[in-house]
Each structure stands twice: as C-alpha cells, then as structure tokens.
C-alpha cells in the first residue's frame, strides 16, 4: 500500500481509556475506488497521520518520510 492524501476537516476529537485520541475525519468530495481501498486496507492498521489545513508540498512529503 502507497501513502496517500485526502483532503478532510477534522470534525471532532476526544480522549480514549489508554490515554490517546480519537480523531474524526470528514472527506470532502466523493473519493476515488484507489482512495477508498486504500481507507479499507488501512483499517485497524497502526499509522502516522500528519495534517495540514493546506495541501502538502514535495519538499514536506519528502520530510515525512525521512
């Protein structure tokens, strides 16, 4: 599975019993097949999640997977 970008807002947040966050997303635009497997593959799997209120550029892609 490749990274991918989705442009989202972060609609809400709250804690968890272990001390982490629960973190919802909303999509703004209707997804491609690509992007909803990618979403469907990542289920349950451990991640990073970077956000950004703008799109990424190369050079801050390229940082994030250093």
């Known amino acids: 599975m ?3 970008q ?6 809400r947040f709250g804690s968890t019993p272990d001390k982490g966050l629960r973190i919802t997303f909303d999509t703004s635009r ?3 097949l690509e992007m909803s497997a990618n979403i469907q593959y990542s289920l349950l799997k451990a991640g990073v999640l970077a956000f950004s209120p703008d799109p990424f550029t190369t050079q801050e892609l390229e ?3 250093r």
């Open 63 to 65: 940082n994030l997977t």
């Open 30 to 32: 209707e997804l491609t």
């Open 2 to 4: 490749k990274t991918y």
């Open 6 to 11: 989705i442009a989202a807002t972060l609609i």
